[in-house]
């Protein structure tokens, strides 16, 4: 257990369905991270949010919504995806996004758009 | 560009040692991070180094030289539940997480 939770572990979903990923820390930390991690691929940064403010969005596409209600929750709202986008989504969290804090990760939602 | 380089896989046997290298190019640098992966969970922490030289915990040890871009994992008395993946990641000076593919580590008895 890292103190980071996501919701849901699997999920299916077809390219016209909208869905939406949450995670949850309870570690008292000020910054929240999405990744994208594919087989044999480097881990790809989505979005930062830092003290709820969204910090970096890394050219992601719009059919991917962050939203960030308070320091301890993170969405990701997914509509009309592609199957590219089948990946495991993991979130992390950290004291600050702006210093070399370690990051601690959640178990991470495995997706699959058919 | 922005890169790190480590093996996609490696075969060590139990008891035995293992180093897993790391050399990287960013822009600036402000520290490397070492994670665990083990499959279908979370990547966890294992090691940070900022200056150079050697970091030691238990039985990983992790090294850093800023002159040369390089870095190294040693796992020491290797074990079953070593089988992992391990990620090495960079912060450059943006405070930007560079992360690197990954090396699958597979432990035979």
């Known amino acids: 257990e890292t103190g980071v939770t996501q919701t849901p572990r699997h999920l299916v979903m077809g390219m016209t369905n909208k869905k939406s990923l949450k995670c949850e820390q309870h570690l008292g930390h000020n910054a929240m991270y999405w990744y994208k991690q594919s087989a044999k691929k480097p881990l790809e940064l989505m979005f930062v949010y830092n003290f709820k403010e969204q910090t970096e969005n890394n050219s992601v596409p719009s059919r991917f919504s962050p939203e960030c209600p308070n320091s301890s929750h993170l969405f990701l709202h997914l509509h009309t995806l592609q199957p590219e986008d089948s990946a495991l989504y993991l979130c992390?969290?950290?004291?600050?996004?702006?210093?070399?804090?370690?990051?601690?990760f959640g178990p991470g939602t495995r997706l699959t758009v058919t | 560009g922005q890169n790190i380089d480590q093996p996609t896989e490696m075969t060590a046997t139990e008891g035995a040692i293992v180093q897993i290298n790391c050399t990287y190019q960013t822009s600036g640098f402000n520290g490397l991070f070492w994670y665990q992966q083990h499959a279908g969970e979370a990547p966890t922490f294992l090691s940070y180094n900022v200056l150079d030289g050697l970091e030691e915990k238990g039985r990983f040890s992790s090294f850093l030289s800023r002159s040369k871009g390089y870095s190294y994992l040693l796992l020491k008395e290797l074990q079953m539940k070593d089988s992992a993946s391990y990620l090495c990641?960079?912060?450059?000076?943006?405070?930007?997480?560079?992360w690197g593919a990954g090396t699958k580590l597979i432990i035979k008895p």
């Open positions: 992390a969290s950290s004291q600050d996004s702006g210093q070399t804090y370690e990051q601690y």
């Open positions: 990641a960079v912060w450059n000076s943006n405070y930007q997480l560079i």
